[in-house]
C-alpha cells in the first residue's frame, strides 16, 4: 500500500512540474492511461488531499483543452507534418 501512495505522489509531480497530460504521464512511466488516472483521482486522494487538489485542477485544464489539441493533431496529419 505504502509503495502505491508514493507511485501517486511520484505521478503527481511529475504531472505538475511538466504541466504533463495523463497520456504522456504514462508514457514516461511505462504504465497505461487508465493506472495514472486511477492513481491520480483515487489514491491520491485519500493520499495527499492538498496535491489532489492540485492535480485535479491540471486534469480539469487538460479536459478542457483537449479538443484544441486533437484539432491541432488532425492539421498537421492532413498538412503532412
Not at 505538475?16 to 486522494?45: D, M, P, Q
Not at 493520499?47 to 479538443?67: F, I, T, W
Request: proline share 1%; net charge positive.
Amino acid at each position: 500500500m505504502q509503495e502505491l501512495d508514493s507511485r501517486a505522489r511520484e505521478l503527481a509531480v511529475y504531472m505538475l512540474e511538466h504541466g504533463a497530460t495523463v497520456r504522456s504521464t504514462a508514457e514516461a512511466f511505462g504504465v497505461s492511461k487508465s493506472t495514472v488516472h486511477k492513481e491520480l483521482t483515487r489514491r491520491l486522494k485519500h493520499c495527499s488531499p492538498a496535491l489532489y487538489g492540485q492535480v485535479r485542477s491540471l486534469l480539469d485544464r487538460n479536459k478542457a483543452e483537449r479538443h484544441l489539441r486533437g484539432g491541432m493533431a488532425t492539421r498537421l496529419k492532413y498538412r503532412g507534418e
